[in-house]
């Protein structure tokens, strides 16, 4: 199966969801976060730096619940702006 490259925008979008979680995380290791999520700290590495810019939603959503964020607000704050 092949897969459709993303767009700028797309990309751009998961760009800003890793700066939001970058920026939850705070003084928070990248491995106590990841390991308290159920996730491995190269995903949240790929995650946090664009290079997975479309994680799964349950990745995210554990993410989220560790950092105390609300999805609709990651959401929100992470959609795509109309040109």
């Not at 996730?39 to 949240?44: F, K, Y």
Request: proline fraction near 6%; charged fraction near 30%.
């Amino acid at each position: 199966m092949v897969r459709t490259p993303l767009t700028p925008e797309e990309r751009e979008r998961g760009e800003r969801l890793g700066l939001l979680l970058r920026e939850a995380r705070g003084d928070r290791s990248m491995a106590e976060v990841a390991a308290r999520a159920g996730v491995s700290a190269e995903t949240l590495r790929k995650i946090e730096t664009g290079r997975a810019p479309t994680p799964a939603f349950f990745t995210v959503a554990a993410l989220a619940g560790v950092l105390g964020l609300s999805m609709d607000d990651l959401a929100a704050r992470c959609a795509l702006v109309p040109v």
